[in-house]
Structures are given as C-alpha cells and as structure tokens.
C-alpha cells in the first residue's frame, strides 16, 4: 500500500520556490519562483537578487533613504522567466511565494504563461498590484491564491545509513 501523507504536486512546486527564495541575500523580503510545464516538469527557478555581475557587497539592500534597491533589485518571477533561457513557457503555471508586481505581471504575460500560483497577496489594495491583476485578467492568465494544508515543510539531510 502506498504512503497517504505525500504532498501535492502544489505543495511540492510551492516549496521549491520556498526554497529557491532562500538563495536570496535581501535582508528584508525573501521571494523565490518556480516555473513548471503542463506535464508537471520545473522548466526554471528564480529568487529576487541583484543582476549578473552586479555584486551582492556593492549594491544597496536599503529600503529607505537615498541609495534603495528598488532600482536593482530582479524579482524572482522575471529572474525564473530569465533563467529559462528561451524555453517555451506557454500553458505553464509560476509558482510564488508573492503575488507578482505589476512588471513582474508583464513579463507573465509576454513570456505565455497561463497561471500564477501564490502564497501572499500583501499588497493587494496597492495601485501596483491592482494594475498587475488587471493586466493579467485582461490576457487571460488565471491567478489562485494557494490554501496550503500544512504550515511548513522540514527537509532531512541525515544520510541513509546513518539512519
């Protein structure tokens, strides 16, 4: 007989994003990605850092004042896009911790993907993120906030045999 207590592919592509969101060096806001095929297969990931090259030491993680990352700063949903590579993302769902930006929410669409799945939606009254459900309903992509049926995930790196 098999296991009961598996997780849902859901659960599993939303921890894989969980897990990609550690990569992230921002001290403040941690958002990871994950981009799947139809078929269930993970096409790319993402987590919202700074540029190729641009380094982590040298770019500001301020939220405030006069120097911000805002301007730097790749979310995640375009660093997963990004790190596709020109893979046909269309019919694909992405999967994230965040509900997308309005930028974020362009390149979802413009990249072909039909659905968003998220955790959060923080920002939901802002004007950004009311422009980002509106572009994204007008294009067709479907947007579901994720109702999780476990409140973490704890992963065991104890080998095999020292079980």
């Known amino acids: 007989m098999k296991r009961a207590d598996y997780i849902s592919w859901d659960e599993y ?3 894989v994003a969980m897990l990609a969101a550690r990569r992230s060096k921002d001290p403040n806001t941690q958002v990871g990605a994950c981009i799947v095929s139809q078929d269930n297969i993970i096409i790319s990931t993402g987590y919202n850092g700074m540029p190729k090259g641009c380094s982590d030491d040298e770019f500001p993680w301020e939220r405030e004042g006069e120097d911000t990352k805002y301007p ?7 660093n997963a896009i990004l790190n596709a590579n020109g893979r046909d993302l269309r019919g694909s769902k992405l999967y994230v911790a965040l509900f997308p930006c309005n930028e974020c929410a362009k ?7 039909a659905e968003v799945v998220y955790l959060s ?3 939901a009254d802002t004007m950004l993120n009311l422009a980002s459900k ?3 309903t007008a294009a067709g992509v479907k947007y579901t906030r994720l109702q999780m049926s476990m409140k ?5 790196f104890v080998p095999e045999e020292w079980k």
């Open 107 to 113: 390149a979802i669409i413009q990249s072909g993907v």
């Open 152 to 156: 973490e995930i704890t992963l065991d």
């Open 13 to 15: 592509f939303m921890g």
């Open 72 to 78: 730097y700063v790749v979310h995640a949903e375009l």
């Open 134 to 136: 509106r572009m994204l």
């Open 121 to 123: 939606d923080k920002y």
